[in-house]
């Protein structure tokens, strides 16, 4: 029993122990809950107390970038409005000086057109011009005629010592074969003589052995006569024996040199035979090699006069080719010129209207101004010193300097760039195709336009000269001088920026600021 009551005891303190520790667990699981919560809600008020401080920052600098803009925009539009103003007196001030030496110019033509004396003068200065030209031109083929002879001449006294060269190295080729004849017959003369020293001599050889053999047969004539009468003894025996050996050998040696004598005869004929052929030979090649030279040598004259005719036709062809490309390119030219005048009479047509447009919006302003007796603040703008004045000009000269530098440069490099394509394309033919393919792809059917010819119009001008009555230049020169409004002046704009030009690049943009 006590046991059993232990054991619930100690079964009750361990549940009693977990049912605390459980207790407490949850208690504390509620209380990190509570803190996380909590802090969660401190964090979001943060969070938000910083939202709202950079919404106000946001807003704040929205507010001063659109105050600072507005400021940029009226300081830019004011500064538009300056310059307008400053293009229109420039444009103005053009207009009177070209209107000047236009009538200057033509005071001069009618001076000119009425004094017969000028008239006369100039006729014979055109009659003077056109005579030197003419005599240049006949100078000239004079020229080209004389060098043409002096090349048929120089080429005939090439052809005739080549032809006295040739018929020299004939006469060397005779002489040498004479010369080889000579030595020839010289060696054939000398072979025969010593061809008859060797046959006398064998003749005598002959005659000796013959004498010889009389004698040997007088002895044996005596010893058959001295055996008939007195007996045969043994050594007239051995000599007769020895004699008959003796005679036998000598006819063999002497068989033997007639045969070498026939054969050295035999081969000394064949030799002769064979150097004859082979010089005859010899000859032969020579004047073959001689008249397949002299052939060469003409077909290349033929080949090298030409070679002459082909290029001078291809210089010719390019010249014409060229002569029609500038032909092609004024005629371009031509057309862009009146299309640019035509714009430019749109142009100034849509600015006289925008002046009047502008004239009767200031003068009706007046008119209210008048009647609302509100009085004009002239002094609304801050003032400009001398000092600024004269610092702006000195900045404006700097800067047309530094653009009339530039524009210098630009034009050296296209005038070298030109140059350079110029003779690149005359000396190479390579190039020169090269070139016709990129005008063909790209549709060009003129050459780029030279420097020289270049169409200068200034892109920042709202209108380009254009001759007015006189009039209406009194008229506007007595008028306030306003500038237009951005809004006003955009098609005016838009028209000049399509001022450029015969290619249409960047640099005529900088170049015609020397204009203004």
Not at 458 to 474: A, L
Request: hydrophobic share 30%; aromatic share 4%; with cysteine.
């Amino acid at each position: 029993m006590t046991g059993n009551r232990s054991a619930i005891e100690m079964k009750q303190l361990m549940e009693h122990h977990k049912f605390i520790v459980n207790t407490d667990r949850k208690s504390l699981h509620c209380q990190i809950k509570t803190l996380v919560q909590r802090a969660q809600a401190v964090a979001s008020k943060e969070l938000e107390k910083r939202r709202a401080a950079l919404k106000h920052l946001l807003d704040s600098e929205d507010t001063a970038y659109m105050e600072e803009y507005a400021n940029k925009i009226k300081s830019q539009s004011a500064e538009n409005i300056k310059q307008r103003q400053v293009t229109m007196q420039k444009i103005k001030d053009e207009n009177a000086k070209k209107e000047h030496q236009l009538l200057k110019a033509k005071r001069i033509q009618q001076y000119m057109n009425s004094c017969y004396e000028i008239r006369e003068a100039l006729r014979h200065q055109e009659m003077q011009n056109v005579k030197e030209c003419q005599l240049e031109q006949i100078l000239e083929k004079q020229h080209a005629f004389r060098r043409q002879q002096e090349e048929d001449k120089f080429w005939l006294k090439v052809e005739q010592k080549n032809e006295e060269a040739a018929m020299g190295r004939l006469q060397e080729e005779e002489r040498l074969k004479k010369l080889l004849v000579q030595h020839t017959s010289a060696m054939l003369k000398i072979q025969v003589n010593e061809l008859e020293k060797k046959k006398e001599e064998q003749r005598q050889q002959k005659l000796e052995e013959k004498q010889k053999i009389r004698d040997h047969l007088e002895e044996l004539r005596l010893e058959e006569f001295d055996s008939k009468h007195g007996g045969k003894s043994s050594k007239v025996l051995e000599y007769r024996k020895e004699l008959s050996e003796m005679m036998a050998q000598k006819q063999i040696q002497r068989e033997k040199e007639q045969a070498e004598l026939v054969e050295y005869q035999r081969k000394t004929v064949n030799e002769l035979s064979r150097i004859e052929t082979q010089e005859a030979h010899a000859i032969l090649e020579k004047k073959k090699a001689l008249h397949k030279a002299t052939i060469d040598y003409i077909q290349y004259v033929k080949r090298m006069r030409k070679l002459e005719l082909q290029q001078q036709r291809m210089y010719d062809e390019r010249i014409e080719d060229f002569h029609r490309l500038e032909i092609c390119t004024k005629t371009n030219m031509q057309r862009e010129k009146e299309r640019k005048t035509s714009l430019a009479e749109k142009c100034y047509a849509e600015l006289q209207q925008q002046i009047c447009e502008q004239r009767e919006r200031r003068l009706r302003e007046e008119a209210e101004q008048r009647e609302c007796k509100i009085l004009e603040n002239r002094f609304a703008r801050t003032e400009i010193s001398r000092k600024e004045i004269l610092d702006q000009r000195r900045k404006n000269r700097e800067d047309l300097d530094k653009q009339i530098t530039e524009i210098r440069r630009i034009r050296q490099e296209e005038a070298a760039k030109f140059v350079c394509e110029l003779t690149k394309a005359t000396n190479d033919v390579e190039f020169c195709t090269q070139l016709a393919k990129e005008y063909l792809r790209d549709g060009i059917d003129y050459l780029e336009p030279h420097a020289n010819w270049r169409l200068i119009s200034d892109p920042m001008k709202p209108c380009v000269s254009y001759p007015r009555p006189r009039q209406v230049i009194k008229h506007e020169r007595k008028e306030d001088k306003k500038a237009l409004k951005p809004e006003e002046n955009l098609t005016m704009s838009a028209y000049a920026n399509n001022f450029c030009d015969g290619r249409g690049d960047e640099g005529a943009k900088k170049l015609n600021n020397i204009v203004l």
